[in-house]
């Protein structure tokens, strides 16, 4: 079975670090999508940096 977890986020450039670290320890199979809402606090240029290949980011709508 495969994990499917879709992450809406709005300014959480502090508390993004410490969330994907919890939802990448399940261990399972799984898929995260983060969604970033027009974030001011530089959290899209956090995703952007971790990205990697592990999570997915799909491109701003703004």
Same mark, same amino acid.
């Given at each position: ?19 994907? #670290? ?19 606090? #530089?959290? /899209?240029?956090?995703? /952007?940096?971790?990205?990697?290949? /592990? ?5 701003? #709508?703004?």
């Amino acid at each position: 079975m495969k994990l499917s977890v879709v992450i809406p986020v709005y300014n959480e450039r502090a508390t993004l670090v410490t969330l994907l #670290g919890r939802v990448l320890a399940t261990p399972m199979d799984k898929e995260i999508i983060l969604v970033d809402d027009a974030s001011t606090d #530089g959290t /899209r240029e956090l995703l /952007r940096e971790i990205e990697a290949g /592990r999570v997915a980011l799909p491109a701003e #709508g703004h």
